[in-house]
């Protein structure tokens, strides 16, 4: 099976849904890319949220299960309490080891391992939040080619999390929620 | 990279390493999850190359033992998913009763807390007097504690909601004493419990069991190994055994598959129904 050749992943905690429901349905069905969406939240709202994410979207939603390809066009959803990796054979792994940044999904886990599995074939965006998760992960993914986006601080409903990354990691370029659906369109090659 | 000093490539040559002169098969483990530790643990132990970390592993016993501890992961908690534990109450101990005498193996224990989990269920049932479980990991430090059954109190409130979630109707308090900032588990639960090394990698069957539980244990590993260890719990089950799993982890699209049927409930459990 030939997996897709573009990833685009999208972390996001306190405030972090807002955003993603604003760019979900700007997003080409052409796409060249597989989404991955890391979003922190309780375990009780697991199923919830793929059918809300999915009926904002025309593309497939589904939550990531273990050993599943990547495909293009379509959108996982990284369960709640487990950590999403990406094998460098484009497929996913879970793992249940201990918290990063007080966080199971981590963003940082994510990305790093998105950004060894995908490296300049990778975009990373890093949504509104209260904790400093994802700034690392932002620069692993600057340091093997990928591509580097923060939603404005201003436009976040909790800055925290934006405003650490762009202080401390180097950011490619700063989106409101209203341009993220037409860059990710471009950055997987529609 | 910055941060992430060790390859791909140099972390395989360090399971090979380990294989080779320790007897620890990694190499089939996915490798996402073992490369993200390899390399954590490279950092905390603060190497200053990639030859210093491998020649240590090589030439040090002790810190070979530490490495192989340090990248498998035992991070577990008591009733963890209640509504599995819920599903084992409703629809697995009744059929356990009927038997005179009960044998489960607990795959990949970790420190045991869902073993005590699972001991408390059996004691509420009435059933643990005629039951036997094998506790089971490749980690012997992980075991010890498992052994004495003392675990952090700072998690009982956690692990007391989770009980009672899953069904538990008892003050969960009752099954512990408290001491400092320990929790330790009655004896009577422990006395059932046998805490043994086993490598589901390179070991075989030891008995015929009527329940094994592995949960979030194949998940590290890649599928052609999943599928040997899966076909392990299948000869080690009796006909019409269960096999519990993690909440993401399957049977589907298994060689073992067609030998085995999904209890109708979203957990996952499957009873062996062909030999």
Known sequence: MITAPYLVVIGGSAGGLQPILTLLPGLAASLNAAIIIVLHRQSHYESVLTELLSAKSSLPVREAAEKEPLERGVIYIAPADYHLLIESDHTLSLDYSEKVNFSRPSIDVTFTSAAIAYGNKLTALLLSGANTDGTEGLIDVHETGGTTAVQDPATADVDYMPRQAIQLAPVDIILQPQEMATFINKMAGV | ?275
Request: charged share 25%.
């Open chain 2, 1 to 275: 990279m910055s941060r992430n000093l060790i390859s791909e490539q140099e972390v395989s040559l360090l399971l090979n390493d380990v294989l080779e002169r320790y007897g620890y098969d990694f190499t089939e483990y996915a490798p996402a999850s073992i490369n993200r530790r390899v390399n954590h643990l490279f950092q905390v132990d603060r190497f200053p190359s990639f030859a210093e970390y491998r020649y240590r592993i090589i030439s040090d016993p002790a810190y070979a033992l530490r490495f192989v501890e340090e990248i498998t992961v035992n991070v577990t908690e008591m009733f963890r998913d209640p509504s599995f534990y819920q599903a084992l109450r409703t629809h697995v101990l009744p059929v356990l009763a009927t038997y005179p005498f009960i044998r489960i193996w607990h795959a990949g224990c970790a420190t045991g807390e869902e073993v005590y989990s699972f001991a408390i269920l059996l004691k509420e049932a009435k059933l643990l007097h005629k039951a036997v479980i094998y506790a089971t990991d490749i980690n012997a430090s992980v075991l010890e504690k498992g052994r004495k059954g003392i675990f952090r109190l700072s998690q009982m409130q956690q692990y007391s909601r989770n009980y009672m979630e899953s069904g538990g109707r008892e003050d969960f308090s009752s099954y512990y004493t408290a001491n400092y900032e320990y929790a330790k588990f009655r004896e009577d639960l422990g006395e059932k419990i046998i805490f043994s090394p086993h490598n589901l990698v390179t070991d075989g069957s030891f008995n015929e069991f009527q329940l094994i539980i592995c949960r979030n244990v194949l998940i590290y590993f890649n599928k052609k190994l999943q599928d040997r260890v899966l076909n392990l719990f299948s000869d080690s089950l009796e006909q019409l055994g269960f096999l519990a799993l993690g909440s993401k982890e399957t049977l589907n699209f298994t060689s073992v598959t067609r030998k085995f049927k999904q209890l109708e409930n979203r957990e996952k459990i499957w009873r062996k129904v062909q030999l």
